[in-house]
Nanobody
Framework: QVQLLESRGGLVQPGESLKLSCVASGIIFSRYAMEWYRQAPGKQRELVATITTGGNTNYADSVKGRFTISRDNGKNTVYLQMNSLKPEDTAVYYC???????WGQGTQVTVSS
């Protein structure tokens, strides 16, 4: 049984940073590319960042230069470091196994003064 457990998000002010983590179980983590998605109220879910098994990364234009995805295969964990947060980053963030329909439960990130 595949499980993806995301860390708690939170409420931060514009310009602040937040780091999300997602621990995977039930898969050989190192064999899978991982993704972070987000869904803002009233909007479609969008792909934020991807990391391959080899550590190559790709980002949505809206977060490029501010967000960093990384992974620790020894801990079966994928991270999303979010810097210079903006109110438009407010969303529920989900981790996902690329090419497979396995999702985390989602964690709320709110950026507001």
């Amino acid at each position: 049984q595949v499980q993806l457990l995301e860390s708690r998000g939170g409420l931060v002010q514009p310009g602040e940073s937040l780091k999300l983590s997602c621990v995977a179980s039930g898969i050989i983590f190192s064999r899978y590319a991982m993704e972070w998605y987000r869904q803002a109220p009233g909007k479609q879910r969008e792909l934020v960042a991807t990391i391959t098994t080899g550590g190559n990364t790709n980002y949505a234009d809206s977060v490029k230069g501010r967000f960093t995805i990384s992974r620790d295969n020894g801990k079966n964990t994928v991270y999303l470091q979010m810097n210079s947060l903006k109110p438009e980053d407010t969303a529920v963030y989900y981790c996902k196994v690329k090419w497979m329909d396995y999702w985390g439960q989602g964690t709320q990130v709110t950026v507001s003064s």
